[in-house]
Each structure stands twice: as C-alpha cells, then as structure tokens.
C-alpha cells in the first residue's frame, strides 16, 4: 500500500507492507534447511511387594443388650447384628460359620441354659467385599446349642449352630452378613423359675476351614 505526501516541492511516499506469518506445530522444525526431531530419554526403577500369608478370620460386633421380658416367655427375634469372615488362605478347603453361646448367668448362677437360645441363621445373599471370588451359602434354619453344661456361664455348648457354608475352592475373599433383623437373630426362652436379675452372657462364632 503506497501513500503519496507532497510538501513544498518535494513528495514523500510511505508505504506500508503488511506480510503474512504461518507457524506450524509438527513434529519438527527446520532450522538452516535441516529436521531436528523431538528427543526422548527413559529411566526404570523396581519395585517389591511382599504379599503376606492369607488369614481365615471372624469379626462379630461389640455385645448389646436384649429386651427384658419375664419368667416363662418366649421373646422376639432379636438381631445379633453384622457378621463379618474372611477366606484368603486360597487352600481349596470348604468352610463354615458356626455360632453357640454359654448360659445367661447372674454373680455365677444359672439363669437362662444356653439350650434355652434358639439361633436363626440368615438366609439371603451376604455383602462381598473387595475382589471377593464365589457366593457363601447362608445355611439358613435355626438351632439350639447342646451339650455338656460344665460351668455355667463359662462353659459353651459343644454343639454349635451353623451359619454359613461355603463350596470348597470356589470363595475366596471377605463378607458380611446384614445388621439388622433381616440376618441372623436370636430367640430367647426365660424358665418359669428364673429370678429377676441383670443377666449375661457370652455368644461365640467360630469360622472353620
């Protein structure tokens, strides 16, 4: 574009140039008529993981209280709140969850026997936690402990509940049953001849593999 300026005798011309600049992104640029290519470097580290033995394990909630009732009733069924096992021992072993309980006691003397506690098993599917492999089979049903009473208070019945079952070598992993009503429960019968007391007692799950 040229601009024409006239002063006295002499004109002056101003141009003006307007010029058109294209950058391109590519893989390379050109320098002095050459490619130069991006450059790449590497570097490698390793790293060590011990991965320990696996563990079979049960985990029951903290002890709570049931409802009162008196002598010769039968109570509701009460939920025993949730149960968790762990299978990671990969051994191809079936396995089981077991519960049984000692006596309902007060300062050491009998109150309710545990063959007085009737345990209903849960029934629906348990919560896998993660990478958990297989379904447990809740064995659903209920049962009474049985067996020697030895000490009362002390001495568990011998012959367990069963809670869960699982098929051998197809779970591996940890689950866990529901807290509320809807998994396993317990039903308490009071004797005609039990005292009003504050009584206790302790409730055992044992997983076996």
């Known amino acids: 574009m040229s601009t024409r300026l006239q002063s006295g005798n002499r004109t002056r011309r101003t141009v003006r140039v307007a010029a058109a600049i294209t950058v391109g992104l590519g893989a390379s640029l050109t320098l002095g008529g050459a490619p130069v ?9 390793v790293l060590t993981e011990v991965v320990n033995a696996g563990t079979l394990t049960i985990v029951a909630p903290a002890g709570f209280t049931l409802t009162s009732q008196g002598p010769g009733t039968v109570s509701a069924a009460q939920p025993l709140g949730a149960l968790s096992f762990t299978d990671t021992l990969n051994s191809g072993t079936s396995w089981t969850v077991s519960v049984t309980a000692t006596d309902f006691v007060h300062s050491g003397a009998l109150e309710i026997p545990f063959t007085d506690l009737l345990f209903t098993a849960y029934t629906g599917a348990v919560t896998a936690g993660p990478g958990a492999v297989g379904t447990p089979v809740p064995a ?9 009473d030895g000490t009362p208070g002390t001495t568990f019945g011998s012959t367990p509940v069963g809670l869960v079952s699982l098929t051998p070598g197809a779970t591996e992993g940890e689950w866990t049953t529901p807290a509320d009503a809807t998994g396993n429960t317990i039903t308490v019968t009071t004797p005609v001849n039990a005292a009003p007391a504050t009584t206790t007692a302790t409730v055992q799950y044992t997983i076996t593999g």
Do not use: D, I, R
Request: glycine share 22%.
């Open 140 to 148: 659903g049903g209920s049962g009474s402990p049985a067996g020697l």
């Open 37 to 45: 290519h991006a450059q790449t470097a590497n570097s490698t580290q």
